[in-house]
Every structure is written in structure tokens, then in C-alpha cells.
């Protein structure tokens, strides 16, 4: 799929890799971005059409999808993370990001899956983890999210075959936005994040490894768990003492 002149939709575009992806599509070449937001006047990039858009609430997807009937282009980006353990944290909060990350990303595949069958197949972009492969005390709810999010990935790109959409999985450690904000270590700059995975889309990837962290904790998965769990303890000790 070619970027230039494409007609794309950003969820959670008002900041972070949402505004990132908005802002290099624009200068890529895009047709139309539609800039979408829980809060729409928060978007302040200069040329994408805004949308109000809630991921977790389907009127609200459902009306996007209407409202956007051209896009080729869906990046599945918007999530939320609570910070939420799951045998002692609170249930509502480990609903409350399955229902944003999952069901919402979900939502949106399922009602713009018809328009980009009508466009000739078009793409989906969906920003995941590398904790879609490895949790941490404080942060199990994302990696169950990320992990559920991941498989969702996989199985909608075998369902959108047949309609030619090429679904690209985007993994990626830490990016340079609020929500790492606390992490003082390397972070990839969203603008990089968001041209790996353009590019991804370009080449027609399945996968996109975006920076090196990703690429390391997907090469531990034939570990047996013991092994995998020792080799993240000493990268992460690593990373947090660099």
C-alpha cells in the first residue's frame, strides 16, 4: 500500500503516537487524515479533518465509521494504561483497559473492515507492545491487554484476507510520551515509531519490530518461561541502571 495519497483515520491522534502518525502521514502524502479524539478540540495539527471518537463506546465508533466512509488507512492506536495488577488491583480498572484496549481496537476493525473492502482493501495499523509479551508488577493488566491485543492482531489479519487488507502489527518498548513520561531510559521519538511503521505498511509487513527492544524480548519466546523470566529481570535491571 502506498502512503501517498491515502485517506487515513489516527484514533487517539490529540497526542503522543496518535499526533505523531497524523502529522507524518500528512507529510508523506496523505489525501486525508482524520484526526480523531475523545476530545477533539484538543487536536491542534493543522490540516487533518477532526473527528470526536471514544473507542470504548460503540455509538461512538459507529458513527466515526459513517463519518469517514473514504479511509483506506485505519491506525489503531489509542489505548490507555491503569497501572493495574490482576489479583490484587481493581477489577474495574483491568475491565476498563480490556474494554479500551481490545474491545476498542476490535470495535473499530469491525466497522471500518466494509469501507476498506470498498476502497480496495486498504491497511490497518494496530500499535501494540513488547509487553504483548512479558508483564511486571504494576503493569499486568497492559501486558494482558497488549497480549489479548496481539492475538486479535493475528486472527483479524487472517479474517481481512480475502478482502486484500494487510493488518500490520506494530511492537514497540517505550516511545518518548506522557505515557512513559516517568521511565528515565532510551525511548524511540514518536515520529520514528510512526515511519517504522508506515514503511511496515509500504512493504506490505505483517510485523513491524520498531526498536531494538521490541526485537530482544521477541527473540527470548522459545525460552522456557524460568529462562525467559531471569533474562528480562537482568535486561530490565540493565535498562533502568544505564
Do not use: C
Not at 478540540?41 to 479533518?49: A, H, I, K, M, N
Not at 501486558?143 to 486472527?155: D, F, I, S
Amino acid at each position: 500500500m502506498d502512503i501517498n495519497n491515502s485517506v487515513a483515520l489516527v484514533t487517539g491522534a490529540n497526542r503522543g503516537l496518535g499526533r505523531a502518525f497524523a502529522q507524518r502521514l500528512l507529510e508523506r502524502g496523505a489525501r486525508k487524515v482524520y484526526a480523531t479524539a475523545r476530545r477533539p478540540e484538543t487536536v491542534d495539527l493543522p490540516g487533518v479533518d477532526v473527528l470526536p471518537l471514544d473507542i470504548a463506546d460503540p455509538a461512538s465508533v459507529r458513527a466515526a465509521a459513517e463519518a469517514a466512509p473514504d479511509v483506506s488507512l485505519l491506525i489503531n492506536n489509542a489505548g490507555i494504561q491503569t497501572g493495574t495488577d490482576l489479583v490484587n488491583g481493581s477489577l474495574d480498572a483491568v475491565r476498563q483497559e480490556l474494554e479500551t484496549n481490545v474491545f476498542g481496537h476490535l470495535g473499530m476493525i469491525r466497522e471500518f473492515a466494509p469501507a476498506l473492502a470498498r476502497n480496495g482493501g486498504g491497511a490497518i495499523v494496530s500499535v501494540l507492545s513488547a509487553m504483548s509479551w512479558f508483564g511486571g508488577k504494576g503493569a499486568n493488566a497492559y501486558h494482558l491487554t497488549k497480549a489479548a491485543a496481539w492475538a486479535m492482531t493475528n486472527g483479524v489479519r487472517l479474517e481481512l484476507a480475502d478482502q486484500g487488507t494487510l493488518v500490520t502489527a506494530v511492537h514497540l518498548g517505550l516511545a518518548d510520551t506522557d505515557m512513559a513520561a516517568g521511565w528515565p531510559v532510551a525511548k524511540i521519538a514518536p515520529s520514528d515509531l510512526a515511519d517504522a511503521a508506515l514503511d511496515g505498511v509500504e512493504a506490505g509487513s505483517a510485523e513491524v519490530l520498531a526498536d531494538q527492544w521490541s526485537r530482544d524480548v521477541k527473540s527470548r519466546l522459545p525460552l522456557t518461561p524460568e529462562e525467559f523470566n531471569d533474562a528480562m529481570d537482568r535486561a530490565l535491571a540493565a535498562l533502568t541502571a544505564a
